[in-house]
């Protein structure tokens, strides 16, 4: 259950807000933005703001400046494409915090929107600086944090800032909180998780705690591997994380304990080169050699895999189950989206690559919930909570 602060629990008219937001946009080497997702998805939370008669004052960050003012990664194309959105005027003047800026929010009229420069042209950002989180601080009444994807790191305008500041939550971290809870409270029943991608280094928390809630898992990717590998498998040149088959095994026998189904690939498509051009077979799990590297999952396991899917009355994806990239591997990432486009059940996908997939298949309009943060969604399953949002001020009951 959600008990934090939501941006409707506070009285905003009049007021100074600080919206922290991820308008962490793709951009080409020209610096156009390719895909402006991530201000659309921002909208319903400014325009509630502008109505609500706040005082907006914007901040994200922007690449990897690394706290230094580098004109790469200006906001100011978001400054202009934000205008564009809202049919209103962004004030944007290149600086974070400084007199002229102060004087600009001094002057701001209620529904008023300013666009600071990114965040991470300050060192004090990501070092979670005391002394700038004050600083930001100092430009507004009340802190609301919208920015999920960023929610799992402790920076000054993540943590630092709700130190000085009364604390919420914006309508994009309630939508993202609310459907991850429905994963992991109560969720209808069976509840499969389906895993993929390069690395279980990253992921061991997170399969753990998705122990705890799902009925089944399935695994995929190249993450299958060192799975494989526990199992005493030859898995020839497949990607194996040699110093993760322990705990690959140890997650196995956890699974077991629990009653958790774990389904490992029984086929897979095989290359002699990691190549988007090589050659490929199918092989069953038993029949690997040396040069053997696994690049997708195999027509047996797909079959399988979307039989699981279609009982299914929860999923949980994250991570693709081949190297999809290369269209002669993408088949069975492909035909697990289409699967869980399709599928009855609430489908909840965990951002990163499983997204980057889903869109590529155009079946995003299917899903119930896509995050907008892979990173802060898989720790956000781990179960702990996410820094950014434990840091926000409690619901004040009444
Ligand atoms: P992750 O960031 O851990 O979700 O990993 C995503 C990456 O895993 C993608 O770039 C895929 O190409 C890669 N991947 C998936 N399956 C395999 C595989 N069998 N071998 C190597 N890489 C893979």
Known sequence: ???????????VKGKR????????????????ITSDKRIVEELPTINYLIEQGAKIIICSHLGRPEGREDPKYT?????????????KPVLFNGKIVDPETKKLIKNMEEGD??????????KGEEANSKTFAKKLASLADIFCDDAFGVMHRAHASTVGVTEFLPSCIGFLVEKEIKAFDKLTT????????????AKIKDK?????NILNFANKVIIGGAMAYTFLSALGYEVGKSSVEEDKVAIAKMILDIAEEKNVKILLPQDHVVAQEFTFMADSIIIPTKAFKGGDIGMDIGPRTIKQYKSEISRA??????????????????????EIAEAVAHSRAITIVGGGDSAAALNKFDLEKYI?????????????????????????????EV
């Open 313 to 334: 009355r929860t999923i949980f994806w994250n991570g693709p189950m081949g190297v999809f990239e290369f269209k002669k591997f993408e088949k069975g990432t492909k």
């Open 368 to 396: 119930t919930h896509i995050s907008t943060g892979g990173g802060a969604s898989l720790k956000y399953l781990e179960g702990h909570g996410l820094v950014g949002l434990n840091a926000i001020n409690d619901k004040i």
């Open 113 to 122: 929107i300013l666009l600071l420069e990114n965040l991470r042209f300050d």
């Open 186 to 197: 109560k969720p209808k029943k069976p509840v499969l998780a389906i895993l993929g991608g």
């Open 75 to 87: 906001l100011k194309p978001v400054a202009e494409r934000l205008k564009k959105l809202l049919k």
């Open 17 to 32: 807000v600080l919206l922290r937001v991820d308008f962490n946009v793709p951009q080409n080497e020209k610096g156009n």
């Open 1 to 11: 259950m959600l008990n934090k602060q939501t941006i409707k629990d506070l009285d």
């Open 204 to 208: 061991i928390n997170l399969i753990n």
